[in-house]
């Protein structure tokens, strides 16, 4: 499948006790309520998810919602909303007891208190983002690459047996041509992200940018297991110029 338009990884969404509340009021005469997230490493839809999980946990009068625009700065920018479905909502992201170990940075948010409202989005845009040199080569979406979870057997009258848990979907492409300062200033970092095991997102064509994928690599041409990727030089044709060679993705479950 042939893409179109350059691509975009999304990744670095990292909770921990540093900046894992929300400090908010429900009500202007009211307490500061603290929602609290849980620690992990998230991609953005999968933090957009908690963020209102937390606040729904910690607030069970109102029902709260956190989404994501991906259309900012033709289409390279990520900014988060926060909305109730009450009368009032204070985000206090300046003033409140947690504001310092707040999730205000992750999410774009600035070091002011948001009022006078009950939707808020965030002013910058969120985690960090790398722009593709030119479009992917090889790349084959995962909703046509399924692989079963599972245990097959032949039976003594040739009948095949299967016994599966699970059907999960899979994504290649390979990204050429990328420069060799942006090489170090940003691949190295997302690398080191993506071999440890950590989640990240992937559109295909920032034309598309609704088309979304959630990913953990599950191996690449230098490492079949996922713990190693290699960009090459395209020596002798291209110097200064390189490749990510083939790369495979797992989508990850839950977000298909």
């Known amino acids: 499948m042939a893409l179109r338009d350059k691509s975009l990884f999304l990744y670095g969404y990292e909770i921990n006790n540093t ?26 839809e999968t933090l957009a998810t908690e963020i209102a999980r937390a606040m729904n946990a910690a607030d069970t009068s109102n029902t709260y919602t956190c989404t994501v625009d991906r259309t900012y700065s033709s289409n390279l920018q990520n900014r988060v909303t926060i909305a109730t479905n009450g009368s009032f909502l204070s985000l206090l992201f300046s003033s409140g007891v947690t504001a310092a170990a707040s999730v205000r940075d992750v999410i774009g948010f600035a070091h002011t208190n948001q009022t006078g409202a009950t939707t808020y989005t965030g002013s910058t845009t969120t985690g960090t983002a790398l722009h593709t040199a030119w479009y992917g080569f090889n790349y084959q979406s995962p909703t046509v690459n399924l692989r079963t979870i599972g245990a097959s057997n032949i039976a003594t009258d040739g009948t095949k047996e299967t016994v599966w848990w699970s059907v999960q979907q899979f994504s290649t492409v390979q990204f050429k041509f990328e420069a060799q300062a942006d090489v170090l200033v940003s ?19 920032v034309s598309s940018p609704t088309t979304v994928y959630s990913y ?12 190693g990727l290699q960009m090459k030089e395209m020596i002798p044709d291209f110097p200064l110029l390189y490749d990510t060679g083939l790369m495979e993705f797992r989508r990850l479950a839950g977000s298909y």
Do not use: H
């Open 19 to 44: 900046n894992y509340y929300i400090p908010f009021k429900n009500s202007g005469g009211g307490s500061e309520i603290d929602a609290v997230l849980t620690a992990g490493f998230y991609t953005l």
């Open 187 to 205: 691949w190295q970092p997302l690398i080191a992200w993506m071999v440890k095991g950590r989640p990240f997102e992937l559109t295909p064509e």
């Open 216 to 227: 953990t690599l599950e191996k690449s041409s230098a490492d079949g297991k996922g713990l």
